[in-house]
């Protein structure tokens, strides 16, 4: 990740809740955010048969959680129905980051005779760090921390996974600054 794009980030998370009218210590509604960028959120399975996605599940767990697909003028994010609820988040929020950092395709990846579009690693990183920071930024952390709430309280208000809660609570510092403040 490039120097100085983590800081940047959470301005990023800042100024995205802002232009949308959500303060930071409010859940960011990704429909919302997806319609601003000129971007439609889909199910694969309105897409393809539930039986197609089962079979690149059981071929390769994880391959499909995600993805944006670009044509004409026209974004569609997809997202894996296969997926749990707070994944689903994390992967639509991944993929709106994509399109606002303005990632483009790098890589075509083939898995169950489905082909697959990438980014390059280091865009896939800055990618995961936006999307936490627009689902769970360092001030909305700290703001629940000191209301005592705990990764599984942040994790079903904000409808992130336990494990998302957990890590963005550690690496944002949210956690060494609010230890015995509570």
Not at 63 to 75: H, K, W, Y
Not at 88 to 102: N, Q, R, W, Y
Request: aromatic share 4%.
């Amino acid at each position: 990740m490039r120097r100085g794009f983590k800081a940047e980030a959470e301005r990023t998370s800042a100024e995205v809740r802002s232009s949308l009218g959500v303060r930071e210590t409010e859940r960011l509604p990704l429909d919302q955010l997806a319609k601003t960028l000129g971007a439609e959120l889909r199910s694969a399975a309105e897409l393809v048969d539930i039986s197609r996605l089962e079979e690149i599940e059981r071929i390769q767990p994880g391959a499909f959680s995600a993805c944006t697909f670009e044509i004409g003028t026209r974004r569609v994010v997809v997202w894996s129905p296969l997926s749990t609820p707070g994944r689903i988040t994390s992967d639509v929020a991944h993929e709106l980051a994509h399109l606002l950092l303005k990632h483009s395709v790098q890589e075509v990846q083939t898995v169950g005779g489905l082909t697959f579009f990438g980014c390059d690693p280091d865009e896939e990183q800055e990618a995961n760090w936006l999307a936490g920071c627009l689902l769970l930024p360092r001030k909305l952390l700290v703001a629940e921390l000191r209301r005592g709430s705990s990764a599984a309280d942040v994790a079903e208000k904000y409808k992130v996974s336990i494990q998302m809660a957990n890590y963005r609570m550690r690496v944002t510092g949210a956690m060494r600054q609010t230890q015995g403040r509570q």
